[in-house]
């Protein structure tokens, strides 16, 4: 079950919120550094983290699920949001160069096929950054927040979700380090400095980058019955022994 998309929005809009949207949208940016003449696509709630990268960039849009509610976005400018299916965005192939996911896996009731329409969607020479909450942070556990439902991931169990999907990672880092109290916001930047250094292992959220595999569809090794043609009669071994040698007749 989803998160409603007015929960997501109280909740960037807190002290809190404000402090992950922060963190993750300088990860994001140090990722991608230039978005400039690129077509960029939001995936899941993920319009707190786009108004930076829209500055340069083409076009921005974003997707939202059905089942969590769309809102129009951004405020006082013409609508960019959608509603969509998971496993079936409106979009043609190949579209988009970057894409970013957040709040869109943990809740997902196929991430499979969510991937597997990023695949569909990013382009060639696309990225795409998948944000999640990482298993062994304070953040899982965190009920109060979006970041507390669903199911956190681990590095390697984000990684092989991806290749599922056929995107390949490239690269990935952690974020969100402060505590989930909404007094300790304050001290966001202190705590993401001294998390990265001191304790890595403990970080809120983990981002994974990915590109696209555009070769030819991996063989699956399978085993196979393979029939051998054998004659009716199987010819007798040779004899190994000396012939035998027959006396001349008698004469009469």
């Known amino acids: ?50 108004g930076a990268l829209g500055l340069a960039a ?34 043609q192939n190949a579209f988009f160069d970057r894409i970013l996911a957040v709040h869109a896996l943990e809740e997902s009731p196929d991430p499979t096929a969510l991937l597997r329409e990023v695949w569909r969607v990013l382009s060639p020479t696309g990225r795409v950054v998948v944000v999640t909450a990482a298993r062994n942070g304070l953040w899982a556990n965190a009920e109060k927040t979006p970041f507390g439902h669903g199911r956190p991931y681990t590095r390697s169990q984000l990684a092989e979700l991806l290749r599922e999907a056929e995107l390949e990672p490239t690269g990935w880092t952690r974020a969100l380090y402060v505590p989930p109290v909404g007094w300790m916001a304050g001290w966001a930047e202190g705590f ?26 991996k063989a699956k090794t399978a085993r196979a019955p393979v029939l051998v043609a054998r004659p009716a009669l199987s010819p007798l071994p040779a004899a190994n022994k000396a012939p035998v040698s027959r006396s001349p007749e008698p004469r009469r």
């Open 58 to 91: 083409r076009r921005v849009v974003a997707a939202m699920p059905a089942q969590q509610g769309v809102e129009l976005w951004p405020a006082g400018a013409p609508n960019l949001a959608c509603l969509s299916a998971e496993d079936s965005l409106p979009f």
């Open 192 to 217: 993401e400095q001294a998390g990265s250094r001191l304790w890595p292992g403990f970080a809120g959220l983990v981002l994974t980058e990915a590109v696209k595999e555009s070769f030819a569809v």
């Open 1 to 50: 079950m989803r998160r409603d998309v007015l929960d997501l929005r109280q909740f960037y809009a807190t002290p809190l919120g404000r402090a992950a949207r922060e963190m993750v949208s300088r990860k994001v940016l140090e990722a991608w550094d230039n978005t400039a003449e690129l077509d960029v696509l939001g995936l899941g709630y993920a319009t707190p983290f786009l």
